[in-house]
């Protein structure tokens, strides 16, 4: 019951983070090319590590091992990877992703 509590919690952080990511794809949908280049790395990042988490998690749920420790951990530490990248992607773009 724990791996299930835990999943489903995850699942829910991670949709907070899709949805941060999908809003500044569409931001950047409307700015030009030179602004795009400026994140276009950061945001690749974003998705590959939001991918990730979505295939472990898929897993997870799947096989419910009993021992899943070291999929915990790898989970929070992509999920402190995905904070990182929203940073570095945050300060890229100098007019900020919510801004006007």
């Avoid at 983070?17 to 409307?30: F, T």
């Avoid at 998705?47 to 997870?60: A, F, K, Q, T, Y």
């Avoid at 999929?71 to 992607?89: H, P, V």
Wanted: proline share 3%; charged share 30%.
């Amino acid at each position: 019951m724990e791996l299930q509590d835990y999943c489903r919690n995850v699942h829910i952080e991670l949709s907070g983070w899709k949805a941060k990511v999908y809003d500044v794809v569409r931001k950047l949908d409307k700015v030009s090319t030179g602004e795009k280049a400026k994140v276009v790395d950061q945001v690749n990042d974003l998705h590959i590590i939001v991918e990730e988490l979505e295939d472990r998690l898929s897993s997870l749920e799947k096989e419910c091992p009993t021992e899943w420790s070291p999929q915990r951990t790898e989970i929070q530490n992509k999920l402190q990877a995905l904070g990182y990248k929203w940073e570095e992607a945050w300060k890229a773009y100098p007019g900020g992703f919510y801004g006007g």
